[in-house]
C-alpha cells in the first residue's frame, strides 16, 4: 500500500530535499506535496513541512526550488478548494470548504512548531508572503486578480487564528479537568507560539481575541516554572505586537485592569526574557499615540 510505502522512504526522501542536485529536490518536494494530497492525515506531515521551512528560511537557497516550496504551502495550507483522499476507494476528490481547511491548516502549523519550536519565524515570513502574494512580480497577473486572491487568503487566515483560540479554549477545559496540570505545560507554549506566528505576520487578526490571552500574564496557570516563564513570554511579545493597533477606549481599558500591576509583578518574578518582554509591554502601551502624560501605564 501506498502508506506502507511512504512510511519505508519517508526519512531518504526527507534526505533528498537537501540533495545537492536542484532537479532531486524539486521532485521530492512533489512527491510529498502529492503523497498529503493523496492522504492528508499522513503521520510523517510535520516532519515535512519543518524540514520545508527550514529551506526556505536559507537566503541561498535556489529560486526555483523556492517558488516550488512556496506553491505547495499556498496549495496545501492557503487554498480554500484543495484534494484529498477518499476515506474508501482511495480517489482524489475535490472539496472547496475554507472553514474546514483552515481548520485542518491550523492543526498542521501547532505540528510544525511542537516538532520544531524554532520554525515560529520561518511560518511567519510564510503567513506574511502568502498575505502580501509572493510573486506580486508575476505582470501576467492581474492587480484585480491579486487583490481577490489576498483576500481570501486573509479570510483563511482569520478563521485560522479563530481555531487556534478555539483549540486554546478547549485545551484549558480538558486541563482544568486533569489531575496534573502542569505537565500540559509544553502543549500550552505550542499553542501560544503559534498563535504568535500570526502576531508577527498580521497583528490585526487577533485583535478580538486579546481577552482571551490576559488572564495568562497573572503568571499563576499551575505549570513548571520553564513552561510558566515561556508562556508569559509569549504573551508579553504577542501583546507588544498588538499594543499600536489599540484603540484610545481599548488601550484606556487595559489601564484601569489589572494589567499594569500583572506586567510589574513579572519583572520580580521572572528571569531576563520574561522580564525584558513585560517591560517592553508596559514602554508600548505608555508611550501609544492616544495617552497623555498622566496615563496609569506611566504613574505604573
Known sequence: QVSDLAKTLHFALLDRLFDVGISVRKRAIRIFRDLIIANPTYKGRASVFSKLLQQVADRKLDDGVRDLIQETFELLWFSSTCSKSDSVGGVLTSFSNDQNNSFETAKQMIEVVT???????????????????????DKAKKVCERKVRQKATRNHCSNIVSY?????????????????????????????????VF???????????????LPYLKADNGLEPASEAAVVYNICKILSQLASYLTVTEICRLGDSDLPGDLIKITYAFGSKPTGAAVE????????????????????
Request: with cysteine.
Open 115 to 137: 516538532i520544531s519550536p524554532g520554525s515560529q519565524e520561518s511560518l511567519a515570513c510564510l503567513v506574511k508572503e502568502m498575505l502580501c502574494g509572493f510573486n506580486e512580480g
Open 164 to 196: 487556534l483560540f478555539e483549540e486554546l479554549l478547549s485545551f484549558e477545559e480538558k486541563r482544568a479537568a486533569s489531575k496534573n496540570q502542569s505537565a500540559a505545560g509544553p502543549r500550552l507554549v505550542h499553542l501560544l507560539t503559534t498563535i504568535s
Open 281 to 300: 509591554l508596559l514602554a508600548k502601551l505608555a508611550t501609544h499615540s492616544s495617552l497623555g502624560n498622566d496615563s496609569v501605564y506611566r504613574a505604573s
Open 199 to 213: 502576531t508577527d505576520a498580521s497583528p490585526t487578526l487577533l485583535l478580538k481575541h486579546i481577552d482571551i490571552l
